[in-house]
C-alpha cells in the first residue's frame, strides 16, 4: 500500500515536472513568436499552435503586445503552480502528512491559482472591450480559476487547521 | 503561559530523577521532559493522576497559575 502510494507520487512528480517544463516550453515559444512578429506580423497568425492573435495586430500594436504579454503572463503562473505542485510532493511525507510546509504550499497555490483568475478576467474585460468598440472577434480566457482558488483555499485552511491540532495532540502528555 | 508546571520542584523535594518518574509513571521520558519545560500544550487526567500517584502530591503541587505571564 505505502509502495503503491510512493509509486504515484513520483509518478506524479514527474508529470509535474512535465507540466512545468511545458508551460515553460510555451511561454517562451509564445515569447519568440511575438518577438517574430515585431519584424514580420505575418507570424500573428500563428503564435503558438494555431493561437492567432493577428486581428489584434492588424488593430494596433500596443493592444496586440497587451494581449500577447496576458497569455504569457498567465502561462507562467500556470508553470509557477506546477512549481508548487512539484515542491508540494517533493516535501509530503506519508508517515506524517500535516505538515505547516505543506499547508504554506497549498495556500501559495491557492492564491496563484486566484491571481490567475484576476489575470484571465482582465484580459476577458480587456478583449470584451476592444470587441465591442474595434469588432474584434474576442476569445475569453475561462473564468472557473475562482471557483479552483477557492477550493484550495478551504482545503489549505482545513489542512492548517489539522497540522494545529496534530501539533497540540504531540504536546499533550 | 499563565501555567507554570513544577515538576522539577516535586521532583527534588522527592529526591526523584527523571528516569525514574518515567519508569514510575508509564510515560516517556521526552514526554516527560516536554511537560517538565513547560512545553505541553495539555495534560491528561491520567498523566496527572499517575505523576499525583508516583509523587504523593496533588495537582496543585506540580501545576501553578501565574496571572503575570499571560
Same mark, same amino acid.
Given at each position: 500500500?505505502?509502495?503503491?502510494s510512493?509509486?504515484?507520487?513520483?509518478?506524479?512528480?514527474? %508529470?509535474?515536472?512535465?507540466v512545468?517544463?511545458?508551460?515553460?516550453?510555451?511561454?517562451?515559444?509564445?515569447?519568440?513568436?511575438?518577438?517574430?512578429?515585431?519584424?514580420?506580423?505575418?507570424?500573428?497568425?500563428?503564435?503558438?499552435?494555431?493561437?492567432?492573435?493577428?486581428?489584434?495586430?492588424?488593430?494596433?500594436?500596443?493592444?496586440?503586445?497587451?494581449?500577447?504579454?496576458? /497569455?504569457?503572463?498567465?502561462?507562467?503562473?500556470?508553470?509557477?503552480?506546477? %512549481?508548487?505542485?512539484?515542491?508540494?510532493?517533493?516535501?509530503?511525507?506519508?508517515?506524517?502528512?500535516?505538515?505547516?510546509?505543506?499547508?504554506?504550499?497549498?495556500?501559495?497555490?491557492?492564491?496563484?491559482?486566484?491571481?490567475?483568475?484576476?489575470?484571465?478576467?482582465?484580459?476577458?474585460? /480587456?478583449?470584451?472591450?476592444?470587441?465591442?468598440y474595434?469588432?474584434?472577434?474576442?476569445?475569453?480566457?475561462?473564468?472557473?480559476?475562482?471557483?479552483?482558488?477557492?477550493?484550495?483555499?478551504?482545503?489549505?485552511?482545513?489542512?492548517?487547521?489539522?497540522?494545529?491540532?496534530?501539533?497540540?495532540?504531540?504536546?499533550?502528555? | 503561559?499563565?501555567?507554570?508546571?513544577?515538576?522539577?520542584?516535586?521532583?527534588?523535594?522527592?529526591k526523584?530523577?527523571?528516569?525514574?518518574?518515567?519508569?514510575?509513571?508509564?510515560v516517556?521520558?521526552?514526554?516527560?521532559?516536554?511537560?517538565?519545560?513547560?512545553?505541553?500544550?495539555?495534560?491528561?487526567?491520567?498523566?496527572?493522576?499517575?505523576?499525583?500517584?508516583?509523587?504523593?502530591?496533588?495537582?496543585?503541587?506540580?501545576?501553578?497559575?501565574?496571572?503575570?505571564?499571560?
Open positions: 500500500m505505502k509502495n503503491t510512493e509509486l504515484l507520487l513520483k509518478i506524479m512528480r514527474i %508529470l509535474a515536472w512535465f512545468f517544463v511545458a508551460l515553460l516550453i510555451k511561454a517562451g515559444a509564445f515569447l519568440m513568436s511575438y518577438g517574430v512578429s515585431i519584424n514580420n506580423p505575418e507570424a500573428a497568425n500563428d503564435l503558438y499552435r494555431g493561437t492567432d492573435l493577428s486581428r489584434y495586430e492588424r488593430y494596433s500594436f500596443v493592444q496586440y503586445s497587451l494581449i500577447v504579454f496576458y /497569455h504569457i503572463i498567465l502561462y507562467i503562473l500556470q508553470a509557477y503552480i506546477a %512549481l508548487f505542485v512539484v515542491n508540494l510532493i517533493k516535501n509530503i511525507n506519508l508517515e506524517k502528512p500535516f505538515t505547516i510546509m505543506v499547508a504554506t504550499i497549498l495556500q501559495k497555490i491557492s492564491v496563484t491559482i486566484f491571481v490567475v483568475w484576476i489575470l484571465a478576467m482582465i484580459h476577458n474585460v /480587456h478583449v470584451a472591450i476592444l470587441e465591442r474595434a469588432g474584434i472577434k474576442a476569445s475569453f480566457f475561462s473564468g472557473e480559476y475562482i471557483f479552483l482558488a477557492g477550493v484550495i483555499f478551504v482545503l489549505a485552511f482545513i489542512f492548517k487547521k489539522g497540522v494545529r491540532m496534530q501539533h497540540e495532540n504531540e504536546l499533550t502528555i | 503561559m499563565a501555567i507554570i508546571v513544577n515538576l522539577d520542584v516535586m521532583m527534588a523535594k522527592r526523584m530523577s527523571l528516569n525514574e518518574l518515567s519508569e514510575a509513571v508509564g516517556t521520558l521526552s514526554n516527560l521532559s516536554i511537560l517538565k519545560n513547560g512545553k505541553a500544550k495539555a495534560i491528561r487526567f491520567s498523566t496527572l493522576a499517575a505523576i499525583c500517584n508516583a509523587l504523593d502530591c496533588q495537582p496543585g503541587d506540580i501545576l501553578e497559575y501565574n496571572q503575570s505571564a499571560l
